[in-house]
């Protein structure tokens, strides 16, 4: 077996990677509006609804502009896709899109992705990044956050996504950009995303799906960007409910809501509801007419929308500025959207260790989701055999298809405006074949429908390696007659055939998948291993070879479930107007454990090439009346392998009977690096927050009196320790 400690060049690698931020300390939320309240107490009426108003859609440097001012000057705000780096820009890192950074489950790593994104951001001069995406994961056929299309989120669990999309709003802001959290709320599929409306309990809208906006706000995240979606009835962009009671009320947010391109539908209303700016100005993309500019200051006029609240939406955009320091020399302008060969060249300073913490994530994200020994690749291997298009490169080349729409070749990030530029893309055969060195003979075959070649070529091989994808994307690009939701839960280009074949022709096969969520696997009992390789941006290759020589030791754990068939999920694609969340509560896992459902793989899931022991689980528990409840739960880890490696315990809460909670709620995790032989103790914190339920009738969050359980464990079906704790 190959030693799994790491080589000298793959630990200077991946060794942590600090990323400088800017020399002075944010503002405080109070400061920042205080300077706001100062500047926008000097403007005119058509200044402050030129800060809410998009200047058109082709018509910037940026997919999205503000009018400057003069007198006071303010300038025009930079606002950017996307969710894993610089659309539209050159001499950028393309890096892990969303749902492969979750499969880490490092809170430091997703700290340090945000934190070059927001490196990258600045120094093109962009105000506003346009991520991070949150949406959750409740169909496994959703197109970007959704399950189909997943990739752009963090998966199907709320507190795994709130803290995900925490950590990624602290790393962008370090640097003094505004993040912008994406797409609120309800918005769960691209299907009809335009012409539909989300119906969800209260319940179901709070503790699901305004749960991660929360948690950002607490993290002082800087813009909200509103849906396409109506939730019952009420377009996204003018529903007071969620923009004006819940997000500005009940959570405090401080910053701006903006809406998504083209999501604004009408004047008054959404300038009511709460609406601070319109992206990107045109009611339809491009046209030149607009629900505000002059239509704004009419209304007012009129007596329509009070000026104190176009005051609000001023002063609200300019705080989030001032926050970030941004009028301290911040850099001017340097991508060109739509004309991309005039943009000045800007070389990213530091762009070498993004490419390093790119690579650094893609490892640690890797699921190994079975092995029956084949991996690590060892030292009496002499012929590899790489099968599947997947394992090579993009046929129409890098940047051949609009947004990254090919759908061929190695999948490292899904399509539409989430995407950038690929600088290069080192591909599984790239990366494979220069670990391999001179060694070890690397033969492959790209041809998806030739079985009896494929079968020919893993025969003569010691271990053959399949590659197979299943891509997805945004609902304005078609791929393949998949409209952003992936139109079934099968790998595309043959996949199924392919993985079969290979197995039948060589005992040791191993099967590589990168798709943007969970795929269906009748072949699974026939491989050897499953390796989930996610979307890993420009890196992909090494990455995954850093995993398959050993070279690191996996920790990646799905952040989605896997079943056995697409039937076993609590909901899919509505095709209808009327959208409803017949699940409630019981989304991904929680509808498994609810109806008793044994998934092919857990939400949690993953392996290590160590093996871990959990014991001594001890719990404290206290309930005040004025500080609230506080809960710590202590876990000895013991690594019980020969070799170093991490282990993500992950903590549940199971609530009392009668609060009509799922059986049982992520509500912690640690990865912990623990050397072979040792252990450690892992500590979990519980309050207010990780206790409670939302009480439909109060609109407020209630602790419950009673039992609770906490169940610590290495993914939500495979629980090691539980406890009990009365409040």
Known sequence: MHILSLTASAAALLASVAVAAPSTKLLSWDEAHKKARDIVGQMSLDQKVGLATGMGWEKTLCVGNTFATENPDFPSLCLQD???????????????????????????????????????????????????????????????????????????????????????????QSQGVIAVAKHFVLNNQETNRKNSTSNADNRTLHEVYIWPYARMVEAGLGGVMCSYNQLHGTWACENEYILDTVLKGQHNFRGLVMSDWGAQMSNQPSANAGLDMTMPGDIVMGDGYSWWGSNLTKAVEDGEVPEERVTDMAERIAAAYYKMRQDKGFPEIAVNSFHREEAPEVLIDGIEEHVQITRQIGAAATVVLSNDGVLPLGNGIKKIALIGSDAGPIPQGLQGCPDQSCGEGHLAMGWGSGTTDFPYLITPTDGITARAGDAIEVVYSYDDYDLETAAALAADADVAIVFSMADSGEEYLVVDDNVGDRKNMSLWHNGDNLIQAVADANENTVVVLNTVGAVLMPWADSVKSIVWGGLAGQESGNALADVLFGDVNPSGRLPFTIAKNEEDYGATIDPNFEVVYHEGLEVGYKHFDAQGIEPLFAFGHGLSYSTFEYSDLKVKAKKHHKKGASVTATVTITNTGGLDGAEVAQAYIQFPDGVGAPPKQLRGFEKVKIRAGKKTKVTFQFSDTELSYFEESEEAWKVPSGEFTVHIGASSRDIRESASFTL
């Open 82 to 172: 996307g969710p894993l780096g610089i659309r539209f820009a050159n001499n950028v890192t393309a890096g892990v899109s969303g749902i492969t950074a979750a499969a880490s489950w490092d809170k430091d790593l997703l700290n340090k992705r945000g934190t070059y994104m927001g490196s990258e951001f600045r120094q093109k001069g962009i105000h506003m990044a346009l991520g991070p995406c949150v949406d959750i994961m409740r169909s496994p056929r959703g197109g970007r956050g959704k399950y189909q299309t997943c990739w752009e989120g963090f998966g199907e669990d709320p507190y795994l996504q709130g803290v995900a999309g925490s950590q990624t709003v602290e790393g962008i």
